[in-house]
């Protein structure tokens, strides 16, 4: 024997019901931020330097960020490695704007 659900249970209205399904909306498109040469204001400066960010720096942002992780406090343990993390991808987005400016600089010799 088989149950049937009451009308409209889970959110789902029953065949019978005169309640029409709405359109699927059409997928966003994604918005990427485009790419500008000014850096964004809300990121560090250090973000954008040659040089590794300092103890003090990424100290001062850490602070000024004021993260939490489930309702409390990183520990000093969680600092630390917060801290690594931001130097690790520090490098890699370094690499990153390198290989961009390599790839540049051959299409600028071409327009000359």
Do not use: H, N
């Not at 149950?3 to 409209?8: A, H, I, R, V, Y």
């Not at 040089?51 to 000093?76: C, H, N, S, Y």
């Amino acid at each position: 024997m088989s149950q049937s659900l009451p009308e409209g249970v889970f959110g789902f209205p029953s065949a019978d019901s005169s309640q029409r399904f709405r359109k699927p909306k059409p997928p966003r498109e994604s918005k990427e931020p485009e790419k500008t040469s000014e850096p964004d204001p809300s990121t560090p400066a250090w973000w954008y330097r040659d040089t590794p960010p300092t103890d003090v720096e990424l100290d001062e942002f850490l602070k000024t960020a004021r993260i939490w992780f489930m309702g409390q406090r990183l520990t000093e343990d969680d600092i630390e490695e917060v801290k690594d993390y931001l130097r690790l991808k520090w490098e890699r987005e370094k690499r990153k704007r390198e290989r961009e400016k390599e790839s540049e600089q051959p299409s600028r010799k071409e327009e000359q």
